[in-house]
């Protein structure tokens, strides 16, 4: 007999898990259209050509290859399962680009997949939540990112800090340092700072060519301390040489002015070690972290001012954030932070002594189900008990008991499953019960 299992890094989902991963999910779509971005989907599997070489070295190694796909081995271009939504989104935009309204604002709720070891946090198949503003680089949409992470984090009551960098910043660096072509392998490196420490850093950085004198350079900057402003101040001072480094110092006080005009109260830290290792970024970088659980970024992102090119759309800048559904899911799970009720649990359960008192149960739970309240009847007119005990295992809050009396009066016996108190209400006083 074979036994059941899934492949690691990916997981089963109970009703109870689904309610709370629906609950995230249309929390977060909420946000994103309050501020005016539409959704749109894509397929799971994307041609390799599309995926190959625009998540650097890294993440080329991670994705997963279509082995087999029903077409004739040697007519096939090769395909693989979607690494991000973004590559796919700058796909969209340039197949679709007759068809869309510039600025694009767009959001996208999917499943992707990374052949990744499995670890705390980390799966191998997981949602992503991603919005994205693509048509314009107006810092105006860095600000609206920031004030949508904020707006999504004080809904579900998660206190959170955002860190702040500027790839641009980052190539002023490498420029201080005297290793202007060594960017990406300077930003692959310092990404993992959190993860594997100064010196493991400082090695594999050495590994990939840098010289010591750099690495020397490198270690003043990777050690920065003080307030945004103060980092800002040094940071102009030692990128002045630099028409880059200036440039991403600008944009980042910008941003920052900004965030202060519209009254953003969200903690955010310039971070000038923070990276994030995909290669096509190219100016404001976000990160997200929870404060009160250990656990990786639960959000990222940043701008991107030729991903189009690369599909033959050149010169079209954007800038985008996503939200780690799973991470977010395990975060508010260790805070014991979902709310007692979801929207789309069973608010009251019909529970029938015999045959007539069922059918009457049904009429009334049609009648309920047309003014928007989630019923159930239990199908059958078991022992009182059975069915007492199927709502509480399904922590229904309100049991419609029918029993003789009940039927000659059309009325019900209303019980609170939390209280224990009962009362007989005819069809209009439950609806409007129910619904407070």
Not at 187 to 206: F, P, R, S
Not at 227 to 241: D, F, H, R
Not at 249 to 265: P, S
Not at 318 to 330: E, L, Q
Request: hydrophobic content about 40%; overall charge negative.
């Amino acid at each position: 007999m074979q036994k059941p299992a899934i492949p690691k890094g990916t997981r089963d989902f109970s009703p109870l898990e689904m309610a709370r991963r629906n609950y995230i999910f249309s929390t977060i779509r909420s946000v994103f259209s309050r501020f005016g971005f539409e959704q749109i989907e894509t397929p799971a599997m994307e041609l390799m050509s599309t995926l190959m070489g625009k998540y650097g070295e890294e993440g080329d190694k991670l994705l997963f290859r279509i082995q087999n796909s029903g077409e004739k081995a040697n007519e096939a271009p090769e395909k693989g399962l979607r690494y991000d939504l973004t590559v796919p989104f700058a796909r969209y935009v340039v197949q679709h680009r007759e068809e869309l309204q510039f600025p694009f604002r767009r959001y996208q709720i999917q499943p992707v997949w990374r052949a990744d070891r499995p670890q705390k946090g980390r799966y191998r198949e997981f949602y992503q939540c991603d919005v994205d503003v693509i048509g314009t680089d107006s810092l105006v949409n860095e600000l609206e990112l920031i004030q949508i992470i904020e707006e999504v984090y004080r809904r579900f009551g998660i206190r959170v800090c955002l860190k702040l960098n500027n790839r641009k910043i980052l190539a002023g660096i490498a420029e201080r340092i005297g290793e202007p072509d060594k960017l990406v392998d300077i930003t692959v490196a310092i990404d993992k700072l959190d993860k594997i420490g100064l010196e493991k850093v400082n090695e594999e950085m050495k590994e990939r060519g840098l010289s010591d004198e750099a690495i020397d350079k490198l270690q003043p900057i990777l050690a920065l301390s003080g307030t945004n402003g103060e980092k800002l101040e040094t940071m102009a001072e030692l990128l002045k040489e630099s028409e880059v480094g200036t440039k991403g110092v600008e944009e980042m006080r910008e941003v920052l002015r900004l965030c202060e005009i519209a009254g953003v109260t969200l903690p955010i830290e310039l971070d000038l070690t923070l990276a994030r290792g995909l290669n096509y970024y190219t100016g404001a970088i976000f990160e997200v972290k929870a404060l009160d659980v250990t656990i990786g970024s639960i959000t990222g992102g940043g701008r991107y001012d030729n991903l189009t090119g690369i599909f033959g759309l050149p010169g079209v800048s954007g800038v985008g954030v996503s939200f780690g559904a799973d991470r977010i899911y395990d975060v508010l799970t260790e805070l014991n932070a979902y709310p007692t009720t979801m929207t789309d649990a069973t608010q009251v359960l019909f529970a029938a002594f015999g045959e007539k008192e069922l059918e009457m149960a049904i009429r009334w739970a049609a009648r309920l189900r047309r003014e928007g309240i989630n019923t159930e009847v239990y199908p059958s007119p078991a022992k009182m008990k059975k069915q007492m005990s199927y709502a509480d295992g399904k922590k229904i809050p309100y049991v419609a008991i029918i029993g003789g009396d009940e039927l000659a009066e059309n009325r019900v016996m209303l019980k609170d499953m939390t209280t224990g108190e009962q009362k007989k209400v005819e069809v209009e006083e439950l609806i409007r019960l129910l619904n407070e």
